[in-house]
């Protein structure tokens, strides 16, 4: 069994900033893509970010480019959004996905059960 858990999220003010984490558990040989998707009431879920398996490529979608950085580290199998200048529409919950190699070399997509990030004054 693989488990996603995020934190981090939270209520802060427009033009904060907030880091969020996503680490990864279980039955696990490697994990190659990580990605950050959102999804705010009424709206279909959205790719914010995506880095690849050694952290060399990474995406971000247009409206977050510049503001957020995706980072991950192998080592402890956490991904890292960290969002600067937030918008109120930044507002969502933020899901972690990650395409797990498991030790019978198969990948899985897995997700986490998503944090709210809600930007407010």
């Known amino acids: 069994q693989v488990q996603l858990v995020e934190s981090g999220g939270g209520l802060v003010q427009p033009g904060g900033s907030l880091r969020l984490s996503c680490a990864a558990s279980?039955?696990?040989?490697?994990?190659?893509?990580f990605g950050w998707y959102r999804q705010a009431p009424g709206k279909q879920r959205e790719l914010v970010a995506h880095?690849?398996?050694?952290?060399?490529?990474?995406k971000y979608a247009d409206s977050v480019k510049g503001r957020f950085t995706i980072s991950r580290d192998n080592a402890k199998r956490t991904v890292y959004l960290q969002m600067n200048s937030l918008k109120p529409e930044d507002t969502a919950v933020y899901y972690c996905?990650?395409?797990?190699?498991?030790?019978?070399?198969?990948?899985?997509?897995?997700w986490g059960q998503g944090t709210q990030v809600t930007v407010s004054s």
């Open positions: 996905n990650a395409g797990v190699v498991r030790y019978d070399r198969n990948e899985y997509d897995y």
């Open positions: 880095i690849t398996s050694a952290g060399r490529s990474t």
């Open positions: 279980g039955s696990i040989f490697s994990i190659n893509g």
